[in-house]
Each structure stands twice: as C-alpha cells, then as structure tokens.
C-alpha cells in the first residue's frame, strides 16, 4: 500500500509539471473563458437584484446648489418651507414638476418657478420700480438744471437706465433697472407691453368713445387703438377715465384723448404689464421682488 504526501487524497493521481501545462493549455471551455453559449444564456437569465447595478442620480453629477439653499437665499421662504412646497408640488424646473428633496440648479440658467410664477435669481441684476413726480424729467442728467430722476436715483446701483419716458408733466410708474435686455423688450412697441393710465379730462365722455377708440383712431403719425377704457368718475364737469394701451409714442395719451374732445389735465401712469404703482407715495422707489421681475421676463419671453 502506497502512502500518499501529507495533505493528499491517498486516490489523486497528482500531475508533474509537463502533465499540468498540456492540460491548462487544452481547448476545452473553462469557467473563466465562459465558453460559446454561455454568455447567451446568461442574457436570457433574470438578473438578480444584487447584481443590478445602481441606478444613476442625474442630479449627482450635476454641478449647482440644492434647491432649498437657492430659494431661501432669494427670499421666497425658509429651508424647510421650501421643502415643504416641493412635497406640495408647487415648484417646477424647467417646466418640470419637482419631486425629490435635494435637486440641485444652476441659479444663472435654470427657469425656477413657484405656483406657477417665475423666480428671478440673478443677484447682479435689479430693477426698480419709482413713482416719479411732476416735473421732473426722465433722464440722468440735465445741462439745463432741471429735476432729473437721476437726481432721485444717486448712485442706488451702476448702470441704471429707465424703461421708455414719461413726460415732464406726467407722473406715475417709471421702471428702472441695469437688465439692458430686459429694458429694451420692455419699451420695445413689438413685445406689446400694457401700460396703463388714469387721466382727468374736461367735459363729458361720449358713451361710444370706448368702442371708438378700441377700433381705432388716427392722429398725424398714424392708427392707434387702446386695449381697454373705461369711466371711473365723473364730477362738475371733470372725468376721470382709464386707458390700457401698449403704444409707446411721444405724448400719446394726451394726443390721442384731445383728438377725441378731451383735453388732459392731469394725467398718472398706474401700471406696466404686472406691476402697478399700488400705494406707493409719490417720489418713492422700491425695488421688485424677484417675482416680479420674473414676471416681466414672462411678458417680455426672456
């Protein structure tokens, strides 16, 4: 009886060197090589869950700041009513609805809206809404030493410029901001920006002036039309009438409305697409809320 080395089965039949070459080296399928067939079979087997590899976050790789951080710091609410309102399904990215805690945005490019309101995020970029007074002009400077809203403005942020004109004589809204893009669609005549006006008149208004001027009427430069008008008061041969319109020529409230038989004695700018003068005293500024300013981005299509 043979006695086999210490740790071999006394039935193996151990091979020499030469022995163990030829057998790695034959043409037989091994586990490691797979072998014709197998990796088809495998295809067609059900993958188990631990092998399933982990799905990709897409907002992982995403560089930005998480969604509660950014509209916090734009002062639409704390952290955690923020996440409360993505939990509501009240905020949208890019037109899609959130759903999960956590997204991240790119505050410079992403399109954040709140009930369906757009959330202006830009920090370098303001925009200023004033009550100007009468008498003074729509500039920055005057050679002549006249009242400017420069004058009012100082030096409240660089590169202001206003949006459009109102006339020396007329008071009421005046939008200012250092958005150029934002200021030239706003008073651009194409975006059809509604701007809307309280004017005190002398004498009675004709109960057809209101289909008269929404159809039309032409001064020395052409048509215009308003969108809108309206009565809101008459007294001892005073009115007060209201007038949306979205033109943007020199005087056209007055010319229009004296073309008609109703010269202006006062005249007062109330609101410009969705902002409006509300109680704002007359000489105050008041800078817009960043859903306001994305509300005039919205108007405008930026």
């Known amino acids: 009886m043979s006695t086999a080395p210490p740790g071999e089965h006394p039935d193996s039949n151990p091979l020499d060197a030469a022995e163990l070459a030829a057998e790695l080296s034959t043409d037989e399928p091994t586990l490691t090589d797979g072998g014709e067939g197998w990796s088809e079979d495998m295809e067609l087997a059900p993958i188990h869950p631990g092998d399933e590899p982990p799905r990709r976050d897409e907002d992982a790789d995403r560089t930005g700041e998480r969604l509660q951080k950014v509209l916090a710091r734009a002062g639409v609410a704390s952290r955690r009513v923020v996440e409360d309102m993505i939990d509501q399904g009240r905020i949208s990215v890019n037109g899609e609805q959130v759903r999960v805690q956590g997204k991240r945005v790119d505050p410079h490019a992403d399109r954040i809206e709140v009930d369906g309101s757009r959330i202006e995020l830009s920090d370098d970029r303001v925009t200023y809404a004033m009550n100007k007074p009468f ?63 309280l004017a005190q008149v002398s004498g009675s208004v004709p109960r057809d002036l209101g289909r008269r001027l929404r159809n039309g009427v032409d001064l020395d ?32 409230v007055r010319r229009l409305l004296a073309h008609v038989g109703l010269p202006v004695s006062r005249l007062t700018r109330t609101s410009v697409g969705p902002i409006a003068l509300q109680r704002m005293r007359t000489g105050t500024i008041r800078r817009l809320s960043r859903q306001e300013v994305g509300a005039l981005k919205d108007l405008v299509g930026l």
């Open 135 to 197: 008498g003074v002009i729509t500039a920055m400077s005057d050679d002549r030493g006249r009242d400017t809203i420069g004058d009012m403005l100082g030096d409240l942020a660089p590169g202001l410029v206003h949006v459009g004109r109102l006339d020396q004589d007329t008071e009421g809204l005046l939008l200012i901001t250092n958005d150029g893009e934002l200021a030239h669609r706003l008073a651009h005549p194409s975006y059809e920006v509604p701007k809307t006006y």
């Open 221 to 252: 430069d052409g048509p215009v039309k308003v969108d809108s008008f309206q009565v809101v008061d008459t007294h001892a041969g005073q009115s007060v009438v209201e007038i949306v319109l979205h033109e943007g020529r020199k005087h056209i």
